[in-house]
């Protein structure tokens, strides 16, 4: 059975950061490429950053792309999201995902992990 299991959210001042982690089992790792995603009240799922298998590329969109890296470590069979500088409407449930290949698309993603909340109070 796959799970994903974020970590590392918080309640965090404007400007502050944080280290997201999602540890990945049930799955061989290295063969899927891994997405962060997140939603903010009343707001649709968004991708935010992925990762392709062997962490060599990397996509972020545009808003965060100054503040957010996303990597890998498959030996440990997780993923990361720095975010830095954080900012009020980076409030969200950040999601983590994993499929074959890099989508923009939240409904190509596979596997979901259940979220881990990011508050940022300004």
């Known amino acids: 059975q796959v799970q994903l299991v974020e970590s590392g959210g918080g309640l965090v001042q404007a400007g502050g950061s944080l280290r997201l982690s999602c540890a990945a089992s049930?799955?061989?790792?290295?063969?899927?490429?891994m997405g962060w995603f997140r939603q903010a009240p009343g707001k649709e799922r968004e991708f935010v950053a992925g990762?392709?298998?062997?962490?060599?590329?990397?996509y972020r969109v545009d808003s965060v792309k100054s503040r957010f890296t996303i990597s890998r470590d498959n030996a440990k069979t997780t993923a990361y999201l720095q975010v830095n500088s954080l900012k009020p409407e980076d409030t969200a449930v950040y999601y983590c995902?994993?499929?074959?290949?890099?989508?923009?698309?939240?409904?190509?993603?596979?596997?979901w992990g259940q979220g881990t909340q990011v508050t940022v109070s300004s």
């Open positions: 049930g799955l061989t790792f290295s063969d899927y490429a």
């Open positions: 995902a994993a499929r074959l290949r890099v989508s923009t698309s939240v409904r190509d993603w596979y596997y």
């Open positions: 990762i392709t298998r062997n962490g060599e590329s990397t």
